[in-house]
């Protein structure tokens, strides 16, 4: 069964940079576009951008440009959200969702709290 | 970008109720890039409805998605007990960013 598991939660200070990363499982890596999704404590959701796993080609959100970072290493199946300058505005649950048209697979959400 | 607006922000209905929940969009979508998903507290959205009315595999056929250009509709018929939740539009046009209405609150009155 397809599964998308995330790594742990995380605490940086302002300023600082996180990688969270999402290791895919039961299908193809590459055959399927990486989406993260972002949801602020309370708030909506926020599409980030996307990799494409094959070639590494990108596309992010404008909002994000210049401060995200997305990466893949086919060879353990997982995708990389790397995110810099964060700042207390960052603190969110990071979701990765297979693409493919909808997202019909998630994984369980990374928590990233900002906090001096 | 498209920007999707959601209404209305709380429905408070009473199980066994008709839930009627929109999503209009700022310009025209692709009827085939319109979904819907399903949130409860603590736990990662569950897609719902693709392709403005296909139902994702598992989901009861009490939710139903219709509509179409820029008014999109997602009914539930009778509200069950797990239903009570937060429901997304979200479009994916053929081009990013692939945006995400502001979500409704379905809550038990």
């Known amino acids: 069964q397809v599964q998308l598991v995330q790594s742990g939660a995380e605490v940086k200070k302002p300023g600082a940079s996180v990688k969270v990363s999402c290791k895919a499982s039961g299908y193809t890596f590459t055959d399927y576009y990486m989406h993260w999704v972002r949801q602020a404590p309370g708030q909506g959701l926020e599409w980030m951008g996307w990799i494409n796993p094959n070639s590494g080609a990108t596309n992010y959100a404008q909002k994000f440009q210049g401060r995200v970072t997305m990466t893949r290493d086919t060879s353990i199946n997982t995708a990389y959200m790397e995110m810099s300058s964060l700042t207390s505005d960052d603190t969110a649950v990071y979701y990765c969702a297979r693409g493919g048209g909808s997202y019909a697979y998630w994984g369980q959400g990374t928590l990233v709290t900002v906090s001096s | 970008e498209i920007v999707l607006t959601q209404s209305p922000g709380t429905l408070s209905l009473s199980p066994g109720e008709r839930a009627t929940l929109s999503c209009r969009a700022s310009q025209s979508v692709s009827s085939s890039y319109l979904v819907w998903y399903q949130q409860k507290p603590g736990q990662a959205p569950r897609l719902l409805i693709y392709?403005?009315?296909s139902r994702a595999t598992g989901i009861p056929d009490r939710f139903s998605g219709s509509g179409s250009g820029t008014d999109f509709t997602l009914t539930i018929s009778r509200l069950e007990p797990e239903d009570f939740a937060v429901y997304y539009c979200?479009?994916?046009?053929?081009?990013?960013?692939?945006?995400f209405g502001g979500g409704t609150k379905v809550e038990i009155k």
């Open positions: 392709g403005t009315s």
């Open positions: 979200q479009q994916y046009g053929s081009s990013p960013p692939y945006t």
